[in-house]
């Protein structure tokens, strides 16, 4: 008996089987690829966490979820969050996890209920937030580094008119602040005469600022009351904002839409 082999089938059968390998770590960058090779499954697969993607284009501005991160007015950081409701490893056809925390843990935006209780009752939750605030154009800023957000430091930043989404790089950032468990009430923030400036002289519908609360600690509730009365600014808190240069990005926060919520965590990236 004589065999026969079609070379093209065989040919175009392997490319489109490599073709599928590398499509798929190409869509999951966290798995390094290697080009041409079909990798083995192997006993040590370790996930490679980026905050930079794209050959340093894309920059995620986004806190990763830790017990180590702070939460408001505690020394205790985050308290256990997560854990498995079933495990394959006992005897589970699926691993599956289920999540408990503050919804102003994190990255995190506050919606307009968060300090006006009317706005809570009628439902101005996060999933009422306008996602076009939320993405577009944005102006990373480097605050002075031994000022809260005043009246004076606004005036001093020069933000031009027309800009809508500014992201203030303050000290919490070179304190490393969101990287320590227990909460610091020193952290930089607006005052409530900077963010009054800020409503009446700017057109800055998106404040972005990198530590739990966008207000200095001793005036966050008036300041916050301030920013949200009028349900057209919105405030983005913990943004992690090391190691990118100040300029001007394309900015996209998509926070979860949580019905009856007055926050949500929120995946936020930069994009150059």
Known sequence: MTLSF????????STLLLSSV???????????????????????LK???????????????????????PVWESSDGVKPFLRLTTSIKNGSLSNSSEMKLSVHTGTHLDAPGHFHDNYYDAGFDSDSLDLQVLNGPALLVDVPRDKNITAEVMKSLHIPKGVRRVLFRTLNTDRRLMFKKE???????????????LVENTDIKLIGLDYLSFAAYDEA?????????ERDIIPVEAMKLDDVEAGVYSLHCLPLRLLGAEGAPTRCILIK
């Open 183 to 197: 909460f610091d009430s020193s952290f930089a923030g607006f005052m409530m005469d900077g963010a009054k400036w």
């Open 47 to 69: 996930p490679i966490r980026r905050e930079v993607y794209g050959e340093g284009k894309i920059f995620d501005i986004s806190h990763r979820y830790t017990q180590e991160m």
């Open 22 to 44: 590398i499509a798929t770590d190409e869509a999951y960058p966290s798995i390094p690829t290697t080009f041409g090779v079909v990798k083995a499954p192997s006993d040590d």
């Open 6 to 13: 079609n070379f093209p089938f065989l040919i175009t059968a």
């Open 221 to 229: 509730p008036e300041t916050h009351k301030l920013i949200l009365a």
